[in-house]
Every structure is written in C-alpha cells, then in structure tokens.
C-alpha cells in the first residue's frame, strides 16, 4: 500500500521537501535545528585532476578549491593473482596488477578538457583525497592517493555525472591518524612504480 508523506509524518513544511535534493550537503541544509546542528555540509572524498600541469577540477568548498566531488568510492584496486594449485609455493610467480581506476565526478565543463586529454594522449595527474571531520568543521586527510604520469583511458557521460578512467604509471598512498583532537599522531605510506615493478 502506497504512504502519502504529509507535513505532519515528515516534520517538516512541504515546500521544504519538494524539488530535487541531492548530497550531505542538501541534506543538511534542509534541516534546522539543534538536533543536525553537526551534520556534515561538505563531501568526504575529493579528487584534483592536472592536465599538463593545469589544474581543471574546482569547487566552492573552502580549502579545496581546485578539487572536486569524488562519488565513486573504488579509487585504488590492486591484484596479485598466484598460481591456483595449493601445492605450488612460488608465491612469486604471481603478477601485480593494478585495475585502470574509475573516477565519477560532476559533469562540468572540465569534461571537454578531459575529452581533449583523452584524444591527443595529454599526460594527466590525478590527487585523491579523503578528509575526516574534527572539531566541526576542521578538515584533515586521513587517506592522501597521488596517481602520475596517467593516461585517461575512458570519459562517459553519466547525466550530470561523469565518468572518467585512467592509467597510472606511478602510485603514492598515505594513510594520515589523528587523535581525537585532532591533532597528528603519524602517516604511513607507500609508492609503488607500475613501470619499474618496485615499491618504495
């Protein structure tokens, strides 16, 4: 059986839920009061693309400028598949492959200098990271992803979403922890170069 949603069931007047609302931050917005006054009005993940050396990702979002939304959550994907045989112990006869990354950002119109990137092979930068909340709003990497030298493999348009794959030669990843203040407490990190087989 269908539920109608009245004033009364939502708590809320109608002309505050009509109309597209998408996100934490049109969710936060459309609610007052003390009981969401810590929700969370900015993304968690952003990413920065370079092409070239020219940053063409931006945003509204104070100190993240020159980054964007990041909605897809698959960012690094790595496989060492070994030989199946239990009663083989080379463990090193396995090859390590790192999945070509998809990224799914707004449809903007960095998509055309994307496309651009794509076509004439340009070689393109990609920075992801994803921030943790402490104190409010004070935000802090907690994950840091540095993709170089990459070659974007495929660009769709997903509405007012685009999706956008690439190729990376070398990978850095920094795990950031804090302690409840805030305040740093380590990083721990790795770089792996596809091209040479070598970790650092």
Known sequence: ??????????????????????????????????????????????????????V??????????????????????????????????KIE???????NTPLLIPHEGNSIDLAKALIDGSQVNVYVTRIGHFKGEQRLPIEEYTFTNCAIQRLQDKGDMLSVTFRATIIKKIINSYDKEGTKLGTAEFTYDLALNKVE
């Open 93 to 99: 006869s396995g090859r390590v492959i790192v999945q």
């Open 1 to 54: 059986m269908a539920q109608v949603l009245t004033e009364q069931a939502v708590g809320l007047p109608l002309e505050r839920i009509s109309g597209t609302a998408h996100g934490s931050e049109a969710w936060a917005s459309n609610r007052v009061g003390e009981q969401y006054a810590g929700a969370t009005k900015s993304g968690n993940v952003f990413c920065k693309i370079e092409i070239a050396g020219n």
């Open 56 to 89: 063409v990702t931006k945003s509204e979002t104070e100190g993240f400028e020159e980054w964007t939304t990041l909605a897809s959550m698959n960012i690094l994907d790595i496989v060492r598949q070994t030989n199946p045989n239990p009663t083989n112990d």
